[in-house]
């Protein structure tokens, strides 16, 4: 990616970004969502409901910009996979070292891998009420492991941090121990506190107040009226207003009210004033904060769902071929306890049955059965055995009294 070379208009529009030139020589990105390297699915392989920004599709995109002076990229990301991150990082630095001039402006959050987007641009701008986030890697581990393998994978969680400390510290300029100790605490910054600590360069004091909330599940964040879902294993700080589906306008008056004709600097309102001056507006905020309450107890739920399954399965796994057991859980068609209980019914008279048909052909194939049974010795076809037996009893006590 070097050199400028002008291209036609750009226009990309995407559920999670967009990207944007008219001359070719400005663009701009605006980035909200996850970093993940593939749409994410669930246990049964249906896609995952969410804001999910992949690396092929975004990288393909990319392209369409290339060439350009100058790059704004608006974001608003939890992060995800920092391995993602790395790759989109690299992608844009090398844009930079062909002369483009990159400016990233964090509209709401920019954590974990979204910082790592964010740090390579050269200027970063942030508002007052922004929240950038660090923290080391971390990563889920399935099934059984020695000491060794659990020191390996430490090992290349260290090599991952290491990774990110490179990013950061090329950014703030601070050293590695204070980096490290930063994302070991996995550390929350505003607006303010990411200029001082060197992570952006201008603060925008005059922009206007973001809209910007969360859940009172903790689950959910609200930017500009969007709603976008926490990652699991993310968490936002508590410095961060929360709302309910009844007082989700409070989302919309954290901006500065509209001045009315004829009157300077405008009118606050109640929310009973708002609501009815702006049925419309607040009645669709409020369905939005709603449906977002109603998705988070129905994701909640659904986990439960899967916790529970997954308990009972382990309580009866004892009984049953481990093999079969790993199946139930984590395979292509995973099932409850009670469903593993008859798979594993059916599979042991499956095997039943498949012995006693071994049996049969292997006594058909040995030929044993054209075999008769051996007739009894008569005088003309050879001697009969308990004749004989007495006939040698005789000769035996005779012999004995002889030697007598």
């Known amino acids: 990616m070097s050199g400028f070379q002008k291209k036609p208009g750009v226009s990309i529009k995407k559920p999670v970004y967009s990207m944007a ?57 939890y992060g995800g996979d920092a391995g993602v991150s790395n790759v ?27 910082s790592l987007i964010m740090c390579a641009c050269d200027t970063i701008k942030v508002n007052p009420s922004s ?104 968490f936002l ?25 004829g009157q300077k600097g405008g009118n606050s309102m109640t929310k009973e004033e708002l609501r009815a001056q702006y049925p419309d507006q607040v009645a ?15 994701t909640n739920s659904a986990v439960q769902a899967e916790r529970d399954r997954l308990a009972a399965i382990d ?7 481990p093999q079969l057991v790993h199946e139930a859980k984590y395979g292509d068609t995973p099932c409850t306890a009670a469903e593993l209980a008859l798979k594993a019914a059916q599979k042991a008279a499956k095997q039943g049955s498949k012995f006693l048909a071994d049996a049969a052909d292997d006594a058909a194939a040995s030929g044993a059965g054209a075999v008769g049974a051996v007739p009894p010795a008569d005088g003309d076809g050879g001697e009969n055995p308990i004749e004989q037996a007495r006939a040698d009893a005789k000769a035996f006590n005779a012999r004995k009294k002889e030697v007598r």
């Open 237 to 261: 700080p508590d410095s961060i207003p929360t709302v309910t589906p009844g007082a989700s306008a409070a989302v919309l008056t954290n901006k500065k009210p509209e001045e009315v004709a």
């Open 284 to 298: 669709e905020v409020e369905a939005e904060a709603r449906a977002a309450v109603d998705t988070s107890a129905a």
């Open 88 to 114: 989109i990082h690299n992608r844009l630095r090398e844009m930079a070292r062909g002369g483009a001039a990159l400016t990233c402006i964090v509209d709401g959050v920019a954590m974990s891998g979204g």
């Open 131 to 234: 929240i950038i986030m660090i923290h080391k890697c971390w990563t889920f581990l399935w099934g059984g492991y020695n000491a060794d393998e659990l020191r390996g994978q430490a090992n290349q969680q260290d090599a991952w941090d290491k990774m990110q400390m490179e990013i950061y510290k090329r950014k703030t300029g601070l050293t590695d121990a204070d980096i490290l100790g930063m994302m070991a605490e996995t550390t929350y910054m505003t607006g303010r506190e990411t200029v001082e600590k060197g992570f952006a360069d201008e603060l925008i004091e005059d922009a206007e107040p973001l809209g910007i909330a969360a859940s009172a599940d903790g689950r959910t964040l609200f930017v500009r009226g969007r709603a976008m879902h926490i990652t699991a294993g993310m």
């Open 21 to 77: 030139t008219q001359d070719g020589t400005n663009a701009e990105i605006t980035l909200y969502g996850d970093i993940y390297e593939q749409q994410p699915t669930n246990w049964y392989g249906e896609p995952v409901e969410g804001q999910f920004i992949t690396l092929d599709e975004f990288l393909e995109d990319l392209k369409q910009i290339d060439g350009c002076k100058a790059l704004t990229i608006r974001m608003n990301s």
């Open 315 to 321: 309580e009866v796994a004892g009984l049953f071929d």
